[in-house]
């Protein structure tokens, strides 16, 4: 099976400006191949691969010299990811590629083989790049397969790396409604779950929270292009960090939590592009990363034979009641709690939507009939 591993780089001057390079490079690509993408379906209604693509590279490298500078199977990895990001366009209707910007905090490029790693000398070899110290706290042993070098707005360096370990799968675990749970996000909690648990986000991330609202302030204070503003900015950049490491570690506690608790964990896999029109709810999905929570409940589920159960985001969860199935289709988002007119049972909106998801996601599956 597949695992990831991600460790943190220590490039020297030198190798930094090649992994800047690298980046820019990649970047530079991935934009031109969207374009050609976009254009050969304008203009001949033709769709281009990611072979046609790679054919072109090499003529490509006779106009721009310094991309043969970069690794060029680092620049192949891009014309791949792009048509990844046209599968899931077309497959899970998630939204159109985007042109990567220079701006985006987090940049990366992909190193698809040729790369070693050496446990006794920490050091990673990249192709162009060179032997990059690392700091190499897990052995991991298996086939290696893509690595990713990233670079956040801090200037700090990671390298993932995908391992095969050569094993199966476990096979998946039977399951039945009394050992699965259903998880929705909350709108003012982490998540809540189908047996009436909530789960808050933790104080220390919070905490953290409140501080960037601080630091925003105060960036916005300083004079445009002055020294005291760039290092504001760079405060705030290191919290982005934190936080997002801070939220990582969180989610790894919860989804493992449920993993190990449950044969069975239905969640909704939400429709996030209709529901960031809502402001108030935007800042509750992107705050809380749910789709990468979602994911890792997806390989942790994957690792030890437990099932994840996906419900499409067109459920209405929130608006049914689990108990007589009335659809309360006049629910504002600002209702916590509501009575069912039919049954008269009382609900709490995101443990009633939680609940639902489970017998939504158990139903898809004929495991209860209603
Ligand atoms: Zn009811």
Redesign the pocket.
């Known amino acids: 099976m597949l695992k990831a591993y991600k460790f943190r780089l220590y490039p020297a001057a030198e190798q930094k400006t090649r992994i800047e390079k690298h980046i820019g490079s990649c970047r530079f690509i991935y934009n031109w191949a969207l374009e050609q993408k976009i254009k050969s379906y304008e203009q001949e209604g033709k769709s281009l691969s990611c072979y046609d693509l790679n054919n072109l590279l090499p003529e490509l490298k006779q106009e721009y010299e310094w991309l043969k500078e970069v690794n060029s199977q680092s620049l192949q990895g891009m014309t791949k990811n792009l048509d990844s990001a046209f599968t899931k366009f077309f497959r899970e209707k998630k939204g159109f590629p985007n042109f990567k910007s220079r701006k985006n905090p987090i940049q990366s490029f992909s190193v698809p083989q040729h790369y070693t790693v050496d446990f006794e000398k920490n050091v990673v070899k990249l192709p162009k790049i060179g032997e990059v110290k690392a700091v190499l706290h897990r052995r991991f042993e298996g086939k290696l397969k893509t690595a990713t070098v990233s670079r956040t707005s801090t200037g700090i360096c990671y390298i993932s790396i995908l391992v095969d370990d050569g094993e199966e799968l476990p096979e998946k675990q039977e399951f039945s409604a009394d050992t699965t749970v259903g998880v929705d996000v909350g709108i003012k909690d982490f998540a809540v779950l189908s047996t009436g648990e909530k789960i808050d986000n933790p104080t220390y991330l919070k905490n953290s929270m409140k501080r960037l609202k601080v630091l925003q302030k105060r960036i916005s204070r300083k004079v445009k292009g002055s020294s005291n503003r760039e290092k504001a900015r760079l405060k705030l950049s290191r919290l982005h960090e934190k936080i997002s490491n801070q939220r990582k570690d969180f989610q790894h506690q919860i989804s493992s939590k449920l993993i190990r608790e449950n044969q069975a964990i239905a969640a909704e896999t939400l429709n996030v592009n209709g529901m960031l029109k809502n402001h108030c709810l935007a800042q509750a999905i992107s705050d809380s990363g749910w789709s990468s929570f979602v994911t890792k409940l997806e390989y942790k589920a994957g690792w030890y034979g437990k099932n994840l159960l996906r419900i499409g985001g067109f459920e209405p969860s929130t608006k049914r009641?689990n108990?007589?199935?009335?659809l309360n289709s006049n629910m504002t988002l600002d209702v916590r709690e509501w009575e069912?007119p039919?049954?008269?049972?009382k609900h709490d909106r995101d443990i009633n939507a939680a609940i639902n998801i489970k017998k939504f996601a158990l139903q898809a599956q004929s495991l209860i009939v209603t």
């Open positions: 009641c108990v007589c199935g009335y069912c039919e049954c008269k049972t």
